[in-house]
């Protein structure tokens, strides 16, 4: 599970911002004990703030490292593709990354500091018995690695400038750096944050951002095989109190139905079609959704469904995915791809502790402030954007001291600008320009 994550120097990030997830309210069901570190750990974490102020970059930065990792051995050759904070007179530095998690009740720290041109430092520690250890250490090409692991010796031969070690040493079979990569590498991009447009894209020639909408196909594997089981996520008990497993397909169907679209079933069958040019007949898979009305039963082609319940389907498997890894989804701009209703069912299935076992996190950037009635006040984040152009970030618990108490009416408080984060609307020079004023 992420504790928290640090980002400086970062698009509209000029100094350090922090998101954490350990709780201020321990004692309820969205708080999951981590013994090891002796907190609590949330599963959910939204951040709110007018547009422009930089919400989406604090996900992004979190997406960014993930990217990284997975792809500076093979892709950082000429340049590394960041975007440093841009409205300064003058140089403030690399940008830095802070990372900290808990892998299999361990806690690791992943510390990267670099610039366009070159990774200046980078860490990985653990904390075996609360006791601080490194893993690896380097300075530019210089390289320091923990006794006892010369499985990743060979990372020395294969580093550059413009390679992380983490994305080199996790090729190696060493079990303490594949837990910890891996687990980074699990965390899902959902909605509008930016991204590379191709893996081999570089700075200089071509890395722009691009919008990662999921896909159906995500979602179409866990109804494709029916005879699949996975983790035992979601169970049932029969009359005699017998508890079991359901399969790939009875989970996914089990969370379509959570929706409460009308929906009772999810047929994929073959459908052929001709060609009109060349005459040929193929086949091809059909998704078709099973609808009800009173006593009787329709299939619905998938391409005639609700933008909304196109949205919930395409969610499925990567919900899925991540209730059953524990792992990291982060989603940006929720309410533009999400019904509240839908939204709200969501944090509730991360919430609690029947439907997601194993702590999964959803972090996520918002508008929707009826959201706010299903958040506590340490699940919500601030943004504001300063007068220089940076992003500045806030823990709402922290915002006003003892003031934000637990059972505040946190929309209301919002909405009348009790916490800031709201947009400055002033219509003055607005109606000026069109000359309805003087």
Known sequence: MLIRFEASNYRSIAEGVELSMVAVDHDREAARPAPHIAEDLLTLAAVYGPNASGKSNVVAALAWLRDAIADSLRFWED??????????????????????????????????????????????????????????ERESLELKLQRGLGALSGTRELLTERTLALSVARRFDEPLVSRFANDILRIQVLGQVPSRTHPGATFRSGWRPLRRPFSRADTFRWFDDPNSNQLPLFTLSDDEGKWSSLSSREQALALLRLADLGIEDVVIDEQEFVYSSSGETRTQRRLRLVHRSGDNSAPLDFSAESEGTRTWFGLIGPVLTALQNGSIVIFDELDASLHPTLSAELLRVFRSRVTNPYGAQLIFTSHDTSLLNHLNRDEVWLTEKQPDGSTRLGALAEFAGERVRKSQNLENAYLHGRFGALPDVNQTDFLRALGLIG
Do not use: C, M, N, W
Request: net charge negative.
């Open 79 to 136: 340049d590394i593709p960041l975007e440093p904070f841009a409205f300064t007179a003058g140089p403030i530095g690399p940008s830095e990354f802070v990372l900290e998690v808990t892998v299999d009740d361990v806690r690791f720290e992943y510390v990267v500091e670099l610039d366009q041109s070159r990774v200046l430092y980078e860490g990985l520690f653990h904390y075996p018995e609360k006791k601080r250890r490194r893993i690896f």
